[in-house]
């Protein structure tokens, strides 16, 4: 009888552990912000990395340009037609912060600050 009881609970316990995995390992389904972020890093924007450039050699966005946050207001004119929507990102969303203030002053309207590298969709 024990055995019995014991091999039900091994086979309970693993059939629980395998449907959980399964849950787990499933993608979350994507908001609207970062649908809306997907079609702007996909499509029209100008996407940039504020990153310094070892960070960008180490992996980037595939339509990114890299210009460090330091280097953006003496490279402004880089980032083109002000009407354009313009997607800054770093590593966590610091820079890329202080990115979006310096192109809103300039007169930038549609700046993103898609945080860190590693959240972009």
Do not use: W
Not at 17 to 33: D, H, L, R, W, Y
Not at 87 to 102: F, L
């Amino acid at each position: 009888m024990k055995k019995l009881l014991v091999l039900l609970a091994a086979i309970t316990l693993t059939v629980y552990c395998e449907k959980k995995s399964e849950t787990t390992n499933a993608p979350a389904p994507m908001s609207s912000g970062q649908a809306e972020l997907k079609a702007l890093l996909d499509g029209k924007a100008t996407v940039v990395d504020v990153r310094t450039p070892g960070e960008f050699a180490s992996g980037h966005h595939p339509r990114a340009v890299n210009i460090p946050v330091d280097q953006v207001q003496s490279r402004i004119a880089e980032f083109g037609d002000k009407s354009k929507p313009v997607v800054v990102y770093c590593a966590s969303g610091n820079r890329s912060g202080r990115a979006k203030q310096i192109l809103q002053s300039a007169g930038y309207k549609d700046v993103t600050n898609a945080g860190g590298f590693s959240d972009l969709p």
